[in-house]
């Protein structure tokens, strides 16, 4: 869909297809001040679609904007692509509380630990071996002084990213920063030295 005159206000809650397969429905879109950045609405999956095409099922996953192509008759949201593309699309997300989230609805979030520490701000994400195992984290000032930090850039391992604050626009860790610091995945992944095995559940 590339006529920008269709608003999330006019498609929330529209059921969305693939040919005859119902998808889901959209709930949402990120909260974003430059709405350029949001290249994604947030859509609530049906539960058969996410056992078929998820490596693991979610019930809430991003759809990307360019997939749209117009509100049918009967109120429906027709897409372009095949149900393989889309699962293509889900494959190339992160994790996080069980919910599937693009690059797009990362980028320029603030970090913040478990303490409501402000860490910095996502710039990228880590992708190894086709799977995102990290995000790139422009790091505060007063972070990189009180911890002594060589780089401006720290990456964060997805395992640790918890949940996100939508209106707010915050990705909330697991942990707080100086428990994070020590854990070997998050020296291996700010090392450059890392395999697959560094990425395994850690408590």
């Keep these: 869909m590339t006529d920008e005159s269709f608003r999330i206000q006019e498609l929330l809650q529209r059921e969305v297809y693939v040919k005859q397969t119902r998808v889901g429905v959209i709930v949402g879109e990120r909260y974003h001040p430059n709405e350029e950045r949001v290249q994604s609405f947030r859509l609530q999956v049906e539960p058969g679609v996410a056992d078929e095409f998820m490596r693991k099922p979610a019930e809430f996953a991003p759809l990307s904007k360019e997939l749209l192509h117009g509100i049918q008759s009967d109120g429906s949201i027709k897409l372009t692509k095949s149900m393989r593309e889309l699962q293509r699309r889900w494959r190339n997300t992160v994790r996080i509380n069980e919910k599937l989230y693009a690059p797009d609805e990362l980028l320029d979030r603030a970090v913040l630990d ?11 994400l880590v992708k190894i071996k086709r799977t995102y195992r990290g995000v790139k984290v422009k790091a505060r000032g007063n972070l990189r002084r009180r911890y002594r930090l060589e780089n401006a850039v720290i990456n964060i391992p997805v395992q640790f990213l918890a949940r996100t604050s939508p209106r707010l626009d915050e990705i909330i860790l697991s942990r707080t920063f100086d428990k994070l610091m020590g854990l070997p995945s998050y020296l291996k992944l700010n090392s450059g030295e890392i395999n697959e095995e560094d990425f395994e559940e850690e408590e």
């Design 114 to 124: 478990t303490q409501g520490e402000d860490l910095g701000v996502v710039i990228g």
